[in-house]
């Protein structure tokens, strides 16, 4: 919106200013002059850059002459008018018949002289359907007709010559009949707008003040770092003067975010207070035509400020911390501590941890543990890492087997999966795109998993409740005719096992084989009993 009667390019009197679509006006002249954006190798653009936001608008096909004209910013607002006879007087009547506008005395004369007797004059208030200018507004089809009326069809004014010409048959009314149902559908556009305003003011208010926590909050760590930094002597300074660079990039970098945020808000911002400046003045000072005629640009602007997303809370937190008791290696020869707490992943100091990591079997879900350190060969005691992990067919490439991955949120992950089919497998495990320590691997995925027939006991003696005839497959015995084994008698494998093949691993497959009928009976006699 025009701050003044003269253009803001060239600072000199409105010449047939224009609106464009961002609602800031500009004379033809100076809009002729704006150079379109276009781009190599594409089609020549109809877009230019406004010169007071900046903003990126479309011109319509017709090229400038087809711009909204801007009829407020001829005055600037409604200013008081001379009189057109004497000009020195300021004009408070008008002629509806010759158009001009008269002082009192003027007024006076022209009702006693017999030319202008007849003539129709009004108060200056009562002509509220004409520029800025005090002039009718002429239709630009009949440049002696003035517009008075409203094509809805072609949501333009029109004349009387135009309604009985092109607009025959399109529903028209008075500009004073419609201009109601218009200014009720900006004003709840501009409420909308207005809301946005208070919204944005509000999310503001909070990146300030997230800001200034960001400050204070680096500059209470750097406090705390110079303090623990005292103790020491050049070995501690210099190690503090590292662990203030560092915090100061973080604070850097956190501050330049917040800014960015900021400034996007602040354009968008400006925008909204721009158009609503605009369209409260419109409303407030525009005539029923002018409301008219700006109203589809206006409209089609606040349409687009209020569609536009926004975030309206802070994109950066104070999150940042500095622990006294974190090793920090070697300065100058001497072991110092402190840090701030920002690890990062190494994945060659990443490893892979399990039972059995090389060995599976067909249809059974089995996995590892992921260990994750940082470049220190530490823990990193925190998750969130990316973490990829691939499972393929050696010999059948199309065959590939969709691990699991959870994040327990201690820097370890537990990858678990199910092989279908049994064979040579390559597994590559990966963080942030890197191979960790002994990724890949191969696993040997064997046939159907043997499950053991027999029972996990400490002995025989007990399993079988003391039977002499009950047997095991570690071969142990006791006195007394006991076929079976019992604790520290010969035989016995000194720890809990399976009676159906003595293996003393529990969760191990059955490597028995076919026992004899007298053995069967008597294992089957154990796992009963």
Same mark, same amino acid.
């Given at each position: 919106? /025009?701050?003044?009667?003269?253009?803001?390019?060239?600072?000199?009197?409105?010449? %047939?200013?224009?609106?464009?679509?961002?609602?800031?006006?500009?004379?033809?002249?100076?809009?002729?002059?704006?150079?379109?954006?276009?781009?190599?190798?594409?089609?020549?653009?109809? /877009?230019? =850059?406004?010169?007071?936001?900046? +903003?990126?608008?479309?011109?319509?096909?017709?090229?400038?002459?087809?711009? @909204?004209?801007?009829? =407020?910013?001829?005055?600037?607002?409604?200013?008081?008018?001379?009189?057109?006879?004497?000009?020195?007087?300021?004009?408070?009547?008008?002629?509806?018949?010759?158009?001009?506008?008269?002082?009192?005395?003027?007024?006076?004369?022209?009702?006693?002289?017999?030319?202008?007797?007849?003539?129709?004059? @009004?108060?200056?208030?009562?002509?509220?359907?004409?520029? $800025? +200018? !005090?002039?009718?507004?002429?239709?630009?089809?009949?440049?002696?007709?003035?517009?008075?009326?409203?094509?809805?069809?072609?949501?333009?004014?029109?004349? $009387?010559?135009?309604?009985?010409?092109?607009?025959?048959?399109?529903?028209?009314?008075?500009?004073?009949?419609?201009?109601?149902?218009?200014?009720?559908?900006?004003?709840?556009?501009?409420?909308?707008?207005?809301?946005?305003?208070?919204?944005?003011?509000?999310?503001?208010?909070?990146?300030?003040?997230?800001?200034?926590?960001?400050?204070?909050?680096?500059?209470?760590?750097? @406090?705390e770092i110079c303090l623990f930094a005292s103790g020491y002597v050049k070995a501690i300074e210099e190690h503090r003067d590292r662990l203030l660079k560092q915090l100061e990039d973080l604070k850097v970098q956190k501050v330049n975010l917040l800014? =960015?945020?900021?400034?996007?808000?602040?354009?968008?911002?400006?925008?909204?207070?721009?158009?609503?400046?605009?369209?409260?003045?419109?409303?407030?000072?525009?005539?029923?035509?002018?409301?008219?005629? @700006?109203? !589809?640009?206006?409209? /089609?602007? =606040?349409?687009?400020?209020? /569609?536009?997303?926004?975030?309206?809370?802070?994109?950066?937190?104070?999150?940042?911390?500095?622990?006294?008791?974190?090793?920090?290696?070697?300065?100058?020869?001497?072991?110092?501590?402190?840090?701030i707490l920002n690890k990062a992943v190494d994945p060659a100091r990443c490893s892979l941890h399990g039972e059995d990591l090389h060995n599976a079997h067909q249809n059974q879900l089995t996995g590892f543990t992921l260990l994750c350190n940082d470049?220190?060969?530490?823990?990193?005691?925190?998750?969130?890492?990316?973490?990829?992990?691939?499972?393929?067919?050696?010999?059948?490439?199309?065959?590939?087997?969709?691990?699991?991955?959870?994040?327990?949120?201690?820097?370890?992950?537990?990858?678990?999966? %199910?092989?279908?089919?049994?064979?040579?497998?390559?597994?590559?495990?990966?963080?942030?795109?890197?191979?960790?320590?002994?990724?890949?691997?191969?696993?040997?995925?064997?046939?159907?998993?043997?499950?053991?027939?027999?029972?996990?006991?400490?002995?025989?003696?007990?399993?079988?409740?003391?039977?002499?005839?009950?047997?095991?497959?570690?071969?142990?015995t006791m006195p007394g005719g006991y076929q079976g084994c019992g604790h520290g008698h010969k035989g016995h494998p000194g720890c809990p096992h399976w009676s159906c093949c003595g293996q003393v691993k529990k969760s191990s497959e059955c490597s028995?084989?076919?026992?004899?009928?007298?053995?069967?009976?008597?294992?089957?006699?154990?796992? +009963?009993?």
């Open positions: 919106m /025009s701050s003044g009667p003269r253009c803001p390019v060239c600072d000199e009197p409105w010449v %047939s200013p224009r609106l464009l679509p961002c609602l800031h006006s500009l004379c033809s002249p100076c809009l002729r002059r704006l150079g379109t954006l276009a781009e190599p190798g594409r089609a020549a653009s109809r /877009s230019v =850059l406004c010169p007071v936001c900046d +903003a990126e608008v479309s011109l319509p096909p017709g090229g400038v002459g087809q711009l @909204t004209p801007d009829y =407020l910013a001829l005055s600037g607002g409604r200013a008081a008018a001379s009189c057109d006879l004497c000009v020195d007087g300021a004009a408070v009547r008008r002629c509806l018949t010759c158009g001009a506008d008269l002082c009192h005395f003027c007024c006076q004369a022209h009702r006693r002289q017999k030319k202008t007797a007849s003539h129709t004059v @009004t108060e200056l208030e009562n002509s509220k359907d004409c520029s $800025q +200018a !005090g002039k009718p507004l002429l239709c630009p089809s009949h440049p002696t007709e003035e517009l008075r009326l409203f094509c809805q069809q072609c949501d333009q004014p029109v004349c $009387q010559q135009c309604v009985v010409g092109r607009h025959r048959q399109h529903p028209c009314d008075f500009t004073g009949n419609v201009v109601h149902r218009h200014g009720d559908a900006l004003r709840e556009l501009l409420k909308s707008t207005q809301q946005h305003m208070g919204t944005l003011e509000s999310a503001l208010s909070q990146i300030d003040a997230m800001s200034s926590a960001v400050h204070s909050r680096a500059e209470a760590v750097a @406090t800014h =960015l945020q900021k400034a996007q808000l602040q354009q968008l911002l400006l925008d909204m207070r721009t158009g609503v400046g605009f369209t409260e003045h419109l409303l407030a000072s525009g005539s029923d035509l002018e409301i008219l005629i @700006t109203k !589809g640009v206006v409209a /089609s602007r =606040l349409a687009k400020l209020n /569609s536009v997303a926004y975030n309206t809370h802070p994109s950066m937190d104070d999150g940042i911390q500095f622990s006294p008791q974190e090793k920090a290696g070697q300065c100058c020869g001497y072991e110092v501590f402190g840090a470049t220190m060969g530490e823990r990193m005691g925190r998750g969130g890492e990316a973490v990829r992990v691939t499972i393929t067919h050696k010999d059948k490439r199309d065959c590939r087997v969709k691990p699991t991955v959870c994040d327990n949120g201690d820097g370890t992950y537990h990858v678990s999966y %199910s092989p279908e089919e049994p064979g040579m497998y390559a597994v590559c495990v990966c963080v942030k795109g890197q191979h960790v320590q002994g990724s890949p691997f191969t696993v040997m995925v064997k046939g159907k998993f043997r499950e053991h027939q027999g029972v996990f006991h400490c002995c025989t003696f007990c399993s079988s409740g003391g039977q002499k005839s009950a047997r095991c497959a570690c071969g142990g028995g084989g076919p026992p004899s009928d007298a053995l069967q009976r008597s294992l089957l006699r154990t796992v +009963a009993l």
